[in-house]
C-alpha cells in the first residue's frame, strides 16, 4: 500500500502515520524527520536546510524529492509506505508521480487530515509545554512565528493539493479535529477496499398502461431535464402507437360513424312508427265493432 497523508502541520499526520505502519507493516517517510536528521548529521542537505527549516519555509522542491527518491529506492520500502510531509507543493507530487511511474508503480490513496488554523495552534502550544516538562530539545520551527509562516506555507502551496489529487480519483478527507482513535478508525474506513454493490434483482415489468395514463403505484416522471425529454419521448410513442392502432381496426372516419347511425335510428323509428300506427287501427276498428254491436242491441230491446 501507497499512501499520502495530507494536512497542515500539527494536524496529527505523524501519529495516525505510526498506526498505520503497525497495522500495514509499511514504513513512514517524513521528509520532516529526514530533513531534522540531516540538519543535525550536518550533511550538504542538512546545512541547506537548516535555516530555512527554522524560518518555516519550504525547503526547494529538488533537494526533498532526491530524498524522497533516494528513500523509496531502499528496500524495506518495497512493501509499501506513507509519505508524510511530502509532497508539499504540486510541482513535488508531479515529481513524485514520474518517479513512481519510472518504477512501475502508483499511489492508493491520499488522505487529508482536516483542522482548523486556532486548533493547530492551540495543539503545537502543547505539544512545547509537553516536550518542555519532559526536558526534551523543542523543535527550531516550533514557536509561534515560525508556525504562522508555515500554515501561510501550507495553505498557499500545499492546499492546493487537495484539488490535484480529487481530480485524480485519489483524494479522501476526514475530521483530523476528531480524537485520535476517531481519526484512526476514520481511516481504517477509508481505505477498506470498496465493497462491489450487489447486483439489484431484475425490476418487475409495470403494467403496461393506456397511452398517456401512468401504471398505479409509478411517480410522475420528473418534469426537468431527461425526465422532461423522458416524457416527450413517451407522449411521442404514444401518439405513434395509438395512429398504429386505428390503422390496424380501419377506424371508420366520425361523419361515416355518425351517418350509418343515424340511418340505423331512422329506420328503427319508422319500424316504431307503423308498429304504433297499426295498433291504433286495430284498437279503432274493435271499438267501431263494439259501438255498431250495442246500437243494434238497443234498438231491438
Ligand atoms: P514537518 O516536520 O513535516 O512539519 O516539516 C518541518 C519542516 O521541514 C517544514 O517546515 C519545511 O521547512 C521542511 N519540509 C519538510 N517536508 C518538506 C517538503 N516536502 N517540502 C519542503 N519542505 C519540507
Request: aromatic share 2%.
Amino acid at each position: 500500500m501507497r499512501l499520502i497523508l495530507l494536512g497542515p502541520p500539527g494536524a496529527g499526520k505523524g501519529t495516525q502515520a505510526q498506526r498505520l505502519v503497525e497495522k500495514h507493516g509499511i514504513v513512514q517517510l517524513s521528509t520532516g524527520d529526514m530533513l531534522r536528521a540531516a540538519v543535525k548529521a550536518e550533511t550538504p542537505v542538512g546545512l541547506r536546510a537548516k535555516d530555512i527549516m527554522a524560518r518555516g519555509e519550504l525547503v526547494p522542491d529538488d533537494v526533498v524529492v532526491g530524498i524522497i527518491e533516494e528513500r523509496i529506492a531502499q528496500p524495506d520500502a518495497r512493501k509499501g509506505f506513507i509519505l508524510d510531509g511530502f509532497p508539499r507543493t504540486v510541482a513535488q507530487a508531479e515529481a513524485l508521480e514520474k518517479l513512481l511511474a519510472k518504477k512501475g508503480l502508483k499511489l492508493d490513496a491520499v488522505i487529508e487530515l482536516e483542522v482548523d488554523d486556532d486548533i493547530l495552534l492551540k495543539r503545537i502550544e502543547n505539544r512545547v509545554a509537553e516536550m518542555k516538562a519532559r526536558g526534551e530539545a523543542v523543535r527550531a520551527d516550533d514557536n509561534a512565528e515560525s508556525l504562522k509562516k508555515r500554515l501561510d506555507a501550507y495553505h498557499a502551496q500545499t492546499a492546493p493539493l487537495s484539488h490535484y489529487y480529487r481530480k485524480k480519483g485519489l483524494h479522501k478527507a476526514t475530521d483530523g479535529m476528531a480524537s485520535i482513535d476517531e481519526v484512526t478508525a476514520a481511516i481504517g474506513n477509508l481505505l477498506k477496499p470498496a465493497v462491489p454493490r450487489k447486483k439489484a434483482p431484475p425490476r418487475k415489468r409495470a403494467a403496461r398502461a393506456a397511452p398517456g395514463r401512468r401504471p398505479a403505484g409509478r411517480k410522475p416522471a420528473s418534469r426537468s431535464g431527461a425526465g422532461r425529454a423522458a416524457s416527450k419521448t413517451a407522449q411521442k410513442s404514444a401518439k405513434k402507437a395509438r395512429s398504429g392502432l386505428k390503422k390496424a381496426v380501419k377506424v371508420r372516419p366520425k361523419k361515416a360513424v355518425s351517418k350509418a347511425r343515424s340511418a340505423k335510428s331512422a329506420k328503427a323509428a319508422g319500424a316504431r312508427h307503423k308498429a304504433v300506427k297499426s295498433r291504433n287501427s286495430t284498437r279503432n276498428r274493435a271499438s267501431k265493432a263494439r259501438s255498431g254491436r250495442d246500437r243494434r242491441l238497443t234498438k231491438r230491446r
